[in-house]
């Protein structure tokens, strides 16, 4: 499974977005839910609730069982066009891997789409339901190994988050 | 989730094994199928082949995500397998290295880092590389023009 990290902070977030945009939340239900929560149905909604209560204009809540499917996005997209709201969005928040909004950004060009995560590698998901990072890529500077890191160590060696994002952090 | 693996040349693979050991297909049906890596189809296609070539397979099975530990609880292997041959990738080997910490683990597949599934070029478009295969971006895995497990034409 993929190993997802967040990059930053809900306040970063929160200054990376205008209050007159249009902002739809994009959440995978697969690798990204199983880091910690940081995608998935309850960290969306989460973050729209938040973001709401904090002025900001949350169009759309997506959530996808598997953002790393580029049909899975072509479909998601078309259906946006064909119910008349895909021009009612102007910036994207991915709750989902560094590889999931590469593809997002072939498929939705005139979007902005928020980069606030980063892949750390692969991994696996241990006996306690964690995600454990087993063969992290090279620019992480850790070691790959059976073991492996859990990813909230992980995080805090690269000076990253995990999990969904917080008002608190 | 998706993982980008390409195989390992099978006579590389029948070099690491021999005609005495009980051998143990274990095939992930995720990413690696994605590849063609894995999934039940390689999987019967390695099994045939082994067998044709005279190795003693014992016990073939898919499982849905190798990379999750939990789905191997319902794996088990019989005493007389000696090595587990993985149709997964990395992670798939690590689990695999730590469930069955009593037998020989070898990998079917290397792999290339990480992508996107899609389906309009039957394959996997690797996004991120790890280090060594940084000039496989962008390609598509298998190649569907030649059906190997070498990457495609980049997008």
Do not use: H
Request: include cysteine.
């Amino acid at each position: 499974m993929i190993a997802s990290l967040r990059t930053m902070t809900y306040e970063e977030l929160k200054n990376t977005l205008g209050k007159d945009e249009r902002i739809a939340i994009w959440s995978c239900d697969t690798c990204a839910k199983s880091c910690d929560g940081f995608g998935g149905e309850e960290s969306m909604k989460s973050l729209a609730s938040q973001l709401r209560s904090d002025g900001f204009n949350v169009q759309k809540e997506e959530l996808l069982v598997a953002s790393c499917y580029f049909d899975g996005i072509r479909n998601r997209k078309e259906k946006w066009v064909s119910d008349g709201e895909y021009d009612e969005i102007d910036v994207i928040i991915p709750l989902a891997c560094q590889e999931a909004r590469v593809a997002m950004e072939k498929l939705l060009p005139d979007k902005r789409i928020i980069d606030d995560s980063r892949t750390a590698g692969l991994g696996m998901l241990d006996k306690n339901g964690v995600c454990i990072l087993t063969d992290p890529f090279e620019w992480t500077g850790l070691d790959a190994s059976d073991e492996g890191i859990d990813l909230k160590s992980a995080a805090k060696k690269l000076g990253m988050f995990t999990g969904p994002f917080q008002y608190d952090e | 989730m998706v993982s980008v693996s390409r195989a390992i040349p099978y006579q590389e693979i029948v070099n690491n094994l021999n005609k005495e050991e009980g051998v143990a297909i274990i095939s992930c049906n995720a990413c690696a199928n994605y590849c063609r890596t894995g999934g039940r189809r390689a999987m019967t296609n390695m099994s045939s082949d082994l067998e044709a070539d005279g190795f003693n397979v014992v016990i073939s099975k898919v499982i849905p995500k190798a990379c999750i530990l939990t789905n191997f609880d319902n794996v088990s292997l019989p005493d007389d397998v000696d090595t587990v041959l993985m149709m997964a990738c990395v992670s798939g080997l690590r689990a695999a290295n730590r469930v069955f910490s009593d037998k020989r683990i070898i990998s079917s597949n290397e792999t290339l880092g990480i992508g996107y599934y899609d389906s309009s070029k039957r394959g996997s478009v690797l996004v991120s590389p790890y280090s060594g295969y940084q000039d496989k971006v962008g390609k598509v895995f298998p190649n569907r023009n030649n059906g190997s497990s070498e990457g495609g034409e980049n997008e």
